[in-house]
T-cell receptor, first 114, second 113 residues
Framework: NAGVTQTPKFRVLKTGQSMTLLCAQDMNHEYMYWYRQDPGMGLRLIHY???????AKGEVPDGYNVSRLKKQNFLLGLESAAPSQTSVYFC?????????????FGPGTRLTVL | QQQVKQSPQSLIVQKGGISIINCAYENTAFDYFPWYQQFPGKGPALLIA?????SEKKEGRFTISFNKSAKQFSLHIMDSQPGDSATYFCAGMGGGSNYKLTFGKGTLLTVNP
């Protein structure tokens, strides 16, 4: 049981390049989330999904797109990377149907945009 | 609008001492308050959580104190150990959403040996 995994672990992009971050979970969780973590800013929700085929905007969605084609995967895309998107990105997942859901986090992806 | 305010930003404690981190929330619809612990290079992990129907919850050396009228809650780490050195995040959830967490900005705790 690997839990939540993220690919890649590190990436360096040039301004304007695109990339996709992959998140996978093997816990059969319905809910999945993408956060970014910046120094002194805590964890901010980018997008989330409450089930396969559904996505919704979080607190800071601009410049990002997501897709949830399979229940176990949640993809985060950057179409045209900007230096402001330099951050550590965390994926998380949680069960549905519980009043208080523990979110399980992946190990993170460190992205640098030059 | 920052809905969960966390303080201090950083904290240095001697081994064996008590670490205290405070949070204040604005959204009165929040009804679940977890604390997450994050070690360097790792993702956050749930440490302890409380519901507003109790004023205190204790798990080992970790205690959450909750003051509903003041809209404040705090994490107390008794007998702090160097292995407790990490970043701690408080959060709130509720108001019709049972899946979205609003996090504080985090507290970097360093426990000196």
């Amino acid at each position: 049981n690997a839990g939540v995994t993220q690919t890649p672990k590190f990436r360096v992009l040039k301004t304007g390049q695109s990339m996709t971050l992959l998140c996978a979970q093997d816990m059969n969780h319905e809910y999945m989330y993408w956060y970014r973590q910046d120094p002194g800013m805590g964890l901010r929700l980018i997008h989330y999904s409450v089930g396969e085929g559904t996505t919704a905007k979080g607190e800071v969605p601009d410049g990002y797109n997501v897709s949830r084609l399979k229940k176990q995967n949640f993809l985060l895309g950057l179409e045209s990377a900007a230096p402001s998107q330099t951050s550590v990105y965390f994926c998380a997942s949680s069960l549905a149907g519980h009043l208080y859901n523990e979110q399980f986090f992946g190990p993170g992806t460190r992205l640098t945009v030059l | 609008q920052q809905q969960v305010k966390q303080s201090p930003q950083s904290l240095i404690v001697q081994k064996g001492g008590i670490s205290i981190i405070n949070c204040a929330y604005e959204n009165t619809a929040f009804d679940y308050f977890p604390w997450y612990q994050q070690f360097p290079g790792k993702g956050p992990a749930l440490l302890i959580a409380i519901r507003p129907d109790v004023s205190e919850k204790k798990e080992g050396r970790f205690t959450i104190s909750f003051n509903k009228s003041a809209k404040q809650f705090s994490l107390h780490i008794m007998d702090s150990q160097p292995g407790d050195s990490a970043t701690y995040f408080c959060a709130g959830m509720g108001g019709g959403s049972n899946y979205k967490l609003t996090f504080g900005k985090g507290t970097l705790l360093t426990v000196n040996p």
